[in-house]
């Protein structure tokens, strides 16, 4: 029996989520992805692709019904989706909003929609997918990032302080989840990633100025770059298999040594 | 699927003669990597050196040569010697004032300066082919603290993480990576032996049923952290500690 795996925001071809589809399909695994980002179905067509607003626990909850009524099962969940921007169905492919969207001066709305996106939906597909990981066990990994650790600086473009806190969040749950799923085999982690150069990195770098987007935090890495998708993906791979399989409630940062937790 | 990255790779582990260190030690070269292993302790095919001596330490990198890996098993809560290769752990929980000067002295060399001596002596071969990785063992005993292994273990494997992350710094602009992993309770032969860490059977079940996954932890269970990082997985992870404990306890 194949394990089934679900990934949130799996869809966006140079997207750390769609490395990890490609990533669980080697592993040998079913892939179901969850997705507001139709066109990117297509190059998809080995897995189960289910258009999804993960910010609502509706759509969630028909989600995991899909998965079931196809695989019976599930035994992973990569909640992959996430952003300050491009994260709901008006604003999906846009460029990145310009200036600095801090706690103190950002909209209420932005606040609910990148908590939303970031931190209810990884909630939401937990929840509904707890029951079905308990079965058998399994892994949960969630995707933090290095802005939890240490905050978005004043003036930096294409990130937000409401992302900091959502991912804050996301390591947080990551730990309660691990306590109350541990006793049934069910292992839940975390990667906290830095710049990692995905198609969302591309877009904010061609907006920013060079010392307020990722190009000044660049001159800050010890080593010398940003992170790839594809080293990204293989850290989130491996904590859903054996290989990390003493490892829960932990989060695994992934930066460049630009941040030593 | 074998982690990407690993085969045709040449590493040393040091400690590699039980333990977490042998289980690293199979690991790497069941998926393809030139392994070396240095212990204290002549057993199986290790090379026998005392990393607490920068001379034979100097000689061991002149048998091994340049490594892509660098794991820097060796240590423990009790300090081998040359004539004492592996000394039995202690059953009962060690307090402060058990602990003498010498003991001390011993257990930071066997922990911390056997670690900082073998990065000294590997990382500049590293540097000069733009390629390493090097994973230090520190303890759950350095994160949360610990009733049992004594602060000369706790402060030296919380010295583990220091020099971790400052080599993270001075080495990343090379291309060199630097994390540690701080194992919880891993039941080794050694650990099974001495009942180490526990009063009774009784005591040790109760605390094994407080871990989330409910279960001891194995060598093995290291061992594929180990290969994780030393992998692509590991590429852009540096300066970080990662708690494989099962649970027992949250790092930041």
Known sequence: MNRVAIVTGGAKPDSIGFAVVKGLRREGCEVVVADLYEPGFAALQDCLCVKTDVAD???????????????????????????????????????????????TNCEISDWRTIL????????????????????????IVNVASVAARKGIPPGSEGSSGPYAVAKGGIMAMTRQLALELGEF??????????VVASGRFNKVSQISKQDHGPEGPLASIPMGRVGTVAECAA????????????????????NGASYAA | MPLSGLKGKRALVTG??????????????????????????????????????????EKLAGKVGAIDFLVNVAGGPVAPSRSDTLPELKKNPLQLEDIDEAQWAGVIAANLTTAFLVCREFAPRMKARRF?????????????????????????????????????????PHNVTVNAIAPGFIKTERIAQASWGHDSAEAERAFIQSLPLRRAGKPDDIAGVVAMLCSDAGGYVSGATIDVNGGWYFGP
């Open chain 2, 16 to 57: 590699a003669a039980s333990g977490i260190g042998h289980a690293v030690f199979s690991r790497l070269k069941s998926e393809g990597v030139e392994t070396f292993g240095t212990d204290i302790h002549a057993i199986h095919d290790v090379i026998v050196a005392d990393l607490t001596d920068s001379d034979d330490v």
């Open chain 2, 132 to 172: 390493g990785r090097i994973v230090n063992f520190t303890s759950i005993a350095a994160r949360r603290g610990s009733s049992r292994v004594g602060v000369h273990y706790a402060a030296a494997k919380g010295g583990i993480i220091g020099l971790t992350k400052t080599l993270a710094l001075e080495l990343g």
């Open chain 1, 116 to 139: 939303g996106a970031n931190l209810d939906s990884a909630f939401y597909c937990a929840r509904a997918a707890a029951p079905h990981l308990k079965k058998q066990g399994g892994a």
């Open chain 1, 185 to 194: 085999g069910v292992r839940v982690n975390c990667v906290a990633p830095g």
């Open chain 1, 235 to 254: 850290l989130i791979v491996a904590l859903c298999t054996d290989d990390t399989s003493y490892m829960t409630g932990v989060t695994v940062d992934l």
């Open chain 1, 57 to 103: 626990p509706n759509a969630v909850q028909q989600l995991i019904d899909s998965t079931i009524k196809k695989f019976s099962r599930i035994d992973i969940l990569v909640n992959a989706v996430g952003g300050s921007w491009g994260i709901t169905p008006q604003d999906l492919t846009a460029a990145p909003p310009r200036g600095f969207r801090g706690l």
